[in-house]
């Protein structure tokens, strides 16, 4: 199908006239940063609290109420929803989903905020490339594997990777 621009509007070879879409802009709004941090643009940070010497990826969305901790870096191409709070020292590759709503009436909450539920997680936790996060707790020192799908609080530091994640082994003792 070949198109072509007339009037600001897009039609089709046949000439029926296409909708114009509504298009919204990447913006940075209403953050706490702390010092030294650095976002790389485009970037969609709005009503969220970025801790001290962060990194902040391209194509990111850290939505209103997020707060990270100091010394993160959050890669390209990640989602973090309201309800999420990460602590300090952590890494969140490229690509990881965090998830808030468990579509517990067979479908999105279409915005019903009682319906969500929170995620936290501690300090030193690093969170493999397209990995899923679903509402949970994980405790300090844990790595996720990449392209992990977590469903369950995770209580013991450790490495932990599939689908669902499931510990794989422990950590070595520092």
Not at 46 to 74: H, L, M, N
Request: glycine share 10%; with cysteine; proline share 4%.
């Amino acid at each position: 199908m070949k198109y072509r621009f007339a009037s600001s509007r897009l039609y089709a070879n046949w000439g029926n006239a296409v909708a114009d879409p509504i298009f919204g802009e990447c913006a940075i709004v209403n953050v706490t940063f702390g010092e030294r941090v650095k976002v790389v643009k485009p970037a969609n940070l709005y009503g969220c609290t970025i801790g001290d010497d962060c990194f902040i990826g391209p194509f990111v969305e850290i939505q209103s109420g997020v707060r990270i901790g100091a010394r993160c870096k959050i890669q390209s191409h990640s989602f973090v929803c309201e309800l999420v709070e990460i602590g300090d020292d952590c890494v969140v590759a490229h690509g990881v989903m965090f998830i808030n709503d468990l579509f517990q009436t067979g479908g999105p909450a279409r915005g019903d905020k009682n319906l969500w539920k929170s995620t936290r997680i501690g300090q030193r936790v690093s969170i493999g490339s397209n990995a899923t996060i679903l509402p949970v707790r994980i405790c300090d020192d844990v790595v996720i594997g990449a392209g992990s799908v977590v469903t369950k609080d995770i209580l013991k530091p450790g490495i932990y990777a599939g689908n669902p994640a499931r510990l794989i082994r422990t950590l070595l003792e520092k």
